[in-house]
């Protein structure tokens, strides 16, 4: 997808658009950062271990996903400079979707977050130009016993 064309997207379509404070923190004890292995995977590439088309397989429904409901970082991809990279959280549990809700709305996380079961939060790191994607976090939400 073009930048002009993702450009367009984003202003017709982002009027309440997520922002970065509204992105999942790692908070608690089985919480996981993805950092390393990010680091790792970018370094392989560029010492041509891992092929580009292995990294860059996002699908087409994540690559919209990251336009309409990702969070902009404002980081450039690591793949394919200067495509912009976006968060897309998922959460997974009870009485959720088996492929995960998609968190589009502001607020929807604290929702989640006060459910009394225990849900999981998967944040993706996606750049829609080149399909570049990686699992940033795993968090925890709800389980709050009041
Ligand atoms: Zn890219």
Redesign the pocket.
């Known amino acids: 997808m073009s930048s002009a064309k993702t450009k367009k997207l984003l202003a017709s379509n982002r009027s309440s658009a997520l922002e970065k404070e509204d992105l999942i923190s790692v908070e608690r004890l089985a919480d996981v950062e993805y950092r390393l292995t990010r680091k790792t995977v970018i370094d392989h590439w560029k010492n041509g271990k891992i092929e580009r088309e292995n990294l860059?397989d996002a699908q087409s429904m994540l690559k919209r996903n990251a336009i309409h409901c990702g969070v902009p970082v404002e980081e450039c991809?690591p793949?394919?400079e200067p495509?912009e990279i976006y968060y897309v959280t998922y959460v997974f549990g009870p009485r959720l979707p088996a492929h995960g809700r998609c968190i589009s709305t502001k607020g929807e996380l604290k929702r989640l977050n006060d459910r009394k079961t225990q849900l999981s939060a998967y944040v993706i790191e996606v750049?829609p130009?080149?399909g570049?994607n990686h699992l940033v976090r795993i968090a925890s939400l709800g389980g709050n016993k009041f």
Request: proline fraction near 0%.
């Open positions: 860059c991809c793949i394919c495509g750049c130009e080149c570049w």
